[in-house]
T-cell receptor, first 114, second 110 residues
């Protein structure tokens, strides 16, 4: 099993450009999550999907949109990138919602917006 | 805002020593989890402790939870150079969301 995979690994955007970060998991997990990590801070939740067909806002959703394409895939879109969105983005998945279970993380996408 | 805060922010020890890091949080929780992050990598789950548990062990890891003080500690015994990483606590209040602390950077020197 590959676990949680993310593409791309690195990306540089100019202010105002758009892009989609891709995430896929092969563990048949129900819930998927997008986080951002900034220097000196822990991870902050952007959006999550408790199950296929549902998405909800997390702590810092402004400037982002998500799509739960199917059970495996959960994408994060920046419609008009801003320098404040320079960060490392992590996708995670979890076996079941509303049960005690750990999350499995992808390797991250390092995004720079100039 | 962050639910948890780790203390210390950074810790440097010699191989073979024990490392202790602490996490404080603000509201009642369902469970608390500890994760490790190696430089440039994603987070890896280490251990989970439920709100009705006080102590849990996993290999060289020992976690305690004091819900009256809203705090947890992670002890790594007989540390190794490979334990060098950042360690994060994450709390679950209910449902499906983790709230992460700011992390402790551990450096284990040979």
């Amino acid at each position: 099993n590959a676990g949680v995979t993310q593409t791309p690994k690195f990306q540089v955007l100019k202010t105002g450009q758009s892009m989609t970060l891709q995430c896929a998991q092969d563990m048949n997990h129900n819930s998927m999550y997008w986080y951002r990590q900034d220097p000196g801070m822990g991870l902050r939740l952007i959006y999550y999907s408790a199950s296929e067909g549902t998405t909800d806002k997390g702590e810092v959703p402004n400037g982002y949109n998500v799509s739960r394409l199917n059970k495996r895939e959960f994408s994060l879109r920046l419609e008009s990138a801003a320098p404040s969105q320079t960060s490392v983005y992590f996708c995670a998945s979890r076996l079941r919602d509303r049960e005690i279970a750990e999350q499995y993380f992808g390797p991250g996408t390092r995004l720079t917006v100039t | 805002s962050q639910q948890g805060e780790e203390d210390p922010q950074a810790l440097s020890i010699q191989e073979g020593e024990n490392a202790t890091m602490n996490c404080s949080y603000k509201t009642s929780i369902n469970n608390l989890q500890w994760y490790r992050q190696n430089s440039g990598r994603g987070l890896v789950h280490l251990i989970l402790i439920r709100s009705n548990e006080r102590e849990k062990h996993s290999g060289r890891l020992r976690v305690t939870l004091d819900t009256s003080k809203k705090s947890s500690s992670l002890l790594i015994t007989a540390s190794r150079a490979a334990d060098t990483a950042s360690y994060f606590c994450a709390t679950v209040r209910g449902g499906n969301k983790l709230t992460f602390g700011t992390g402790t950077q551990l450096k284990v020197e040979l």
